[in-house]
């Protein structure tokens, strides 16, 4: 289980400004997964939230690096893409994962990681935060990057920078 070993996270992001950025596949767990965030985002504090649904996760980079660029504290990027029968879900996931990451680093802004690769819908599900889930990624999403965009906020190194 993944979840063994995770640290419990309480951020408080009052005047915090957010962005989640979502992928359109997978409805039902989308849902879950976006509500979880902004669950997460609310018992943090944020009340400065917006949302930009993007067609594939293939898209949540640019979408991300567009909400780091236009003013976002941090950025929370959900998705799902499900294995099927072609190399399509790893370029998709790889993709998705390097420009995520490369928006983070080349922008600063934190972004919290909420995309789910999954061998099946099952496992997606049970990640959703829906009723009868075994996890929240949508809410560890938010919450990791509350806590990284207050760190770097309150850093006393913030300035020496």
């Not at 849902?31 to 067609?55: F, K, M, S, Y």
């Not at 972004?111 to 959703?128: S, W």
């Not at 829906?130 to 190194?157: C, F, I, N, Y």
Request: hydrophobic fraction near 45%.
């Amino acid at each position: 289980m993944s979840k063994h070993g995770s640290p419990t996270l309480t951020p408080r992001g009052d005047g915090l400004r957010v962005t989640i950025v979502a992928a359109s596949w997978h409805t039902v767990i989308m849902n879950g997964l976006i509500e979880g965030a902004q669950r997460a985002l609310r018992t943090a504090g944020v009340t400065d939230v917006h949302l930009l649904r993007v067609p594939g996760s293939f898209e949540l980079p640019l979408a991300a690096q567009h909400a780091a660029t236009a003013g976002s504290d941090a950025v929370i990027a959900l998705g799902v893409v499900i294995r099927g029968g072609t190399p399509h879900f790893d370029y998709v996931c790889q993709a998705a994962t390097l420009g995520i990451n490369d928006v983070a680093l080349t922008t600063g802004v934190p972004i919290g990681f909420g995309l789910l690769t999954c061998d099946d819908e099952a496992q997606a599900f049970d990640r959703a935060g829906l009723e009868g889930s075994s996890e929240d990624k949508g809410a560890e999403a938010a919450e990791a990057a509350v806590e990284m965009a207050t760190l770097l906020r309150d850093s006393p190194l913030r300035a020496a920078s």
